[in-house]
């Protein structure tokens, strides 16, 4: 199965994600995480792109597309994965659609700008797997660190609000557009569209996509 998560920054596509790798044990290609995790190494991608995930703009589509290729072809495709935060622009999507790897379902999280500054605001993240924390909303078992390996959270360097903000903007721009191209590939048939309500609980949203994969199976 193949899955698309699209929604605004903090809208909860890391959280669902990682619910629903873990059911169905499809990977998680989320290019936030491989962007942050080539920042880490210090390589020469992370060089070139510290500053704009800092600031909240968009990484170039080349760069993107190629980094996900290279995952999606070591992730085994054909057994599925999850595109969390990719595609981002028209020119992601149709790079998606040009692979030929049928896509299932994407799912589109909705949530108000002023509950998306409230959950970034209180995200605190272990980046070196991804998982994601809410100091009020999703607080980890012991304060400030990780419940799995026990190590530091940390607060993204793109979580303060004038990044914040660039990211929101930068979201209106592309979503328009990416919206109607998901719209049309539905009414063609080609894939099964869902617009989600992001504000309700994360165990509550997980159960409706759940709902949606085992019926439309
Ligand atoms: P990325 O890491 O993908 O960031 P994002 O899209 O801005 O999304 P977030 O990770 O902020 O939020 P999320 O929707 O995953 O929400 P989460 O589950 O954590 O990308 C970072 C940067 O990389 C971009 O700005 C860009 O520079 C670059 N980039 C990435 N992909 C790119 C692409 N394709 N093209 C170009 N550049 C790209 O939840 C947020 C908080 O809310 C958490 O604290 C969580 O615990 C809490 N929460 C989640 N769900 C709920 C709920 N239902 N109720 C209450 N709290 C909740």
Same mark, same amino acid.
């Given at each position: 199965m193949h899955i698309i998560l699209l929604g605004a920054p903090g809208t909860g596509k890391g959280t669902q994600s990682k619910l629903i790798s873990k059911k169905y044990k499809i990977p998680q290609i989320s290019t936030g995480d491989i962007l942050r995790e080539h920042i880490e190494s210090k390589n020469k991608i992370g060089k070139k792109i510290y500053n704009i995930l800092k600031k909240g703009e968009l990484v170039s589509d080349n760069?993107?597309?190629?980094?996900?290729?290279?995952?999606i072809k070591k992730a085994n495709y054909v057994k599925g994965f999850l595109l969390d935060g990719f595609p981002r622009t028209i020119q992601q999507a149709k790079y998606i659609s040009n692979l030929n790897i049928k896509i299932h379902f994407v799912f589109e999280f909705i949530v108000p700008d002023?509950?998306?500054?409230?959950?970034? =605001? !209180? *995200?605190?993240? /272990? #980046?070196? =797997? !991804? *998982?994601?924390? /809410? #100091?009020?909303?999703?607080p980890p078992k012991e304060e400030g660190k990780?419940?799995?390996?026990?190590?530091?959270?940390?607060?993204?360097?793109?979580?303060?609000?004038?990044?914040?903000?660039?990211r929101l903007e930068n979201y209106k721009k592309?979503?328009?557009?990416?919206?109607?191209?998901?719209?049309?590939?539905?009414?063609?048939?080609?894939?099964?569209?869902f617009?989600?309500?992001?504000?309700?609980?994360p165990n509550i949203i997980y159960k409706e996509i759940e709902k949606i994969i085992e019926s439309k199976n």
């Open positions: 760069i993107v597309c190629d980094l996900v290729y290279e995952k002023e509950l998306i500054l409230k959950r970034i =605001s !209180g *995200r605190r993240t /272990h #980046i070196q =797997s !991804g *998982r994601t924390y /809410h #100091i009020y909303f999703n990780d419940d799995i390996t026990k190590e530091k959270l940390v607060i993204r360097e793109d979580d303060k609000i004038e990044s914040i903000k660039n592309n979503n328009k557009k990416l919206t109607e191209y998901y719209l049309e590939e539905k009414k063609l048939k080609k894939l099964k569209f617009q989600l309500d992001g504000t309700k609980k």
